[in-house]
Every structure is written in structure tokens, then in C-alpha cells.
Nanobody, 124 residues
């Protein structure tokens, strides 16, 4: 099992910056990738940025040039630095990790673990 705890959300004005953190704990040895997703009411959860164990980074078009994903392996933590925030960035941001899960007799090699989410509100 993997536990993910996000922090750093809040309310900011358009153009300001915010950095989210996600601390991971549990069975981290075989984690293949971690990332950030976001969701607004009535919409599906969408990718913001991902980072795999080889260091490959993937950003959504809406995040390119404004958001930066990074990790601190010593702290088992990933970050999402968000600059030049826009009203459309308002959402609940979720941390994710992909790794194996054994549940009784079932084995899932690429299970997605989720954090509880942190609210980001961009408003003037």
C-alpha cells in the first residue's frame, strides 16, 4: 500500500504562485511514476503533470510553461510549482502514484494510488 498526503493548497489571486507538496509513505520501492491531477465539479479528473522513475516528465498543455513538477527522493516527496495562476486553474489537486498492489489473491501491477486532494482557488 502507498499513502499520499498533499499540502500547500489555498486561495491566491490571478498571476500569483503556489507550490503543492505530496509526501509518500508505505511500499514505495516499486513505484513507477507519480504525478498531479486536478478535478472540478462535474468534470472528469484530468492530468496536470507526471514524473516517472527514469525522470521523464509529461505536462498537460494547460500546464506547460507555467507549472513545474519535481521530486525530492530523500523526502519521498513530489512538488508542483504553479506560476502565473489563472482562474481556470481552480480545482481540487490530487497526487497520484502508480505501483503494484496485492489485495488478497489479486495482484495489480499498475495500481493507481490517490491522495485526499487539496483545494486550489484562484480568484480576484
Amino acid at each position: 500500500q502507498v499513502q499520499l498526503v498533499e499540502s500547500g493548497g489555498g486561495t491566491v489571486q490571478p498571476g500569483e504562485s503556489l507550490t503543492l507538496s505530496c509526501a509518500a509513505s508505505g511500499s514505495l520501492l516499486n513505484i513507477k511514476a507519480m504525478g498531479w491531477y486536478r478535478q472540478t465539479p462535474g468534470k472528469e479528473r484530468e492530468l496536470v503533470a507526471t514524473l516517472n522513475t527514469r525522470g521523464t516528465i509529461n505536462y498537460a498543455d494547460s500546464a506547460k510553461g507555467r507549472f513545474t513538477i519535481s521530486r525530492d527522493n530523500a523526502k519521498n516527496t513530489i512538488y508542483l510549482k504553479m506560476d502565473n495562476l489563472k482562474v481556470d486553474d481552480t480545482a481540487v489537486y490530487y497526487c497520484s502514484a502508480i505501483g503494484p498492489l496485492r489485495d488478497g489473491d489479486s495482484y495489480y501491477p499498475d495500481y493507481t494510488f490517490w491522495g485526499q486532494g487539496t483545494q486550489v482557488t484562484v480568484s480576484s
